[in-house]
DNA sequence: TGAGTGATTGACT
DNA sequence: GTCAATCACTCAT
């Protein structure tokens, strides 16, 4: 079952930590590409870290709008990342999925936000792209009538200079794919 | 119009 | 452990 608008409208924190565990599924040509998202991260507005901090501009404009859409940005002129928004309109929050368990025809390693991007064929092109709907989607845990048991940890951001204090990274406990040099 | 910044990764010392 | 690569965008001339 696909996710709804109405899970996206969570507190930011609550969907990061309910996001482990479910399915990011993309219908591509090449076939349907599913994996499970084992890492996320949450981005609030007024989060010094977040790129709506400075206000709306352009690059950030998508997590204004409402929540359930993807926002992708390129990173270091090389590197994707792709966030999905939350909170309701106006409000600048979204959760940056930064790894994926591959499922289903990914064939290439995810356990990194850019590499994740690279492996699902997300480009600046699907940004903005509305994720409650086929062809990019996400499906709830139960999806395939598995109800796992999973610990969920949560530990300070990796890769930002600001605020990196603040423990919004929220990661699948003993999942592999897990990104990070450092356990 | 030009310099500076970045939520990363992989190659190299 | 350190560092370069290289694009979109902002901010400062």
Redesign the pocket.
């Known amino acids: 079952m696909i996710l709804t608008r109405e899970f996206y409208l969570q507190k930011t924190e609550e969907v990061a930590k309910k996001l482990l565990g479910c399915y990011l599924m993309m219908e591509s040509p090449d076939g349907k590409k599913i994996g499970k998202i084992v890492e996320t991260?949450a981005?609030l507005a007024l989060d010094p870290?977040?790129?709506?901090y400075?206000?709306k501009?352009?690059?950030?404009s998508v997590?204004y709008g409402e929540a359930g859409y993807l926002?992708v940005?390129?990173?270091?002129?090389?590197?994707y990342?792709i966030?999905i928004v939350t909170a309701k309109k106006d409000t600048a929050e979204?959760v940056?999925i930064r790894a994926v368990e591959p499922i289903e025809n990914i064939n290439e390693?995810t356990n990194?936000?850019?590499?994740l991007a690279k492996a699902y064929g997300i480009t600046?092109e699907d940004n903005g792209v509305d994720i409650t709907k086929k062809p990019l989607c996400i499906l709830s845990n139960d999806h395939f009538g598995i109800q796992e048991n999973f610990k969920i940890i949560a530990t300070p951001?990796?890769?930002?200079?600001?605020a990196a204090n603040l423990n919004l990274r929220y990661y699948i406990k003993n999942n592999k794919f897990v990104?990070g040099k450092k356990v």
Do not use: D, F
């Not at 501009?57 to 950030?60: S, T």
């Open positions: 991260e981005y870290a977040s790129h709506s400075k206000g501009n352009k690059r950030n997590m926002y940005y390129l990173i270091y002129g090389v590197h990342c966030n979204a940056l390693p990194g936000p850019s590499k600046l951001r990796i890769g930002i200079t600001k990104s």
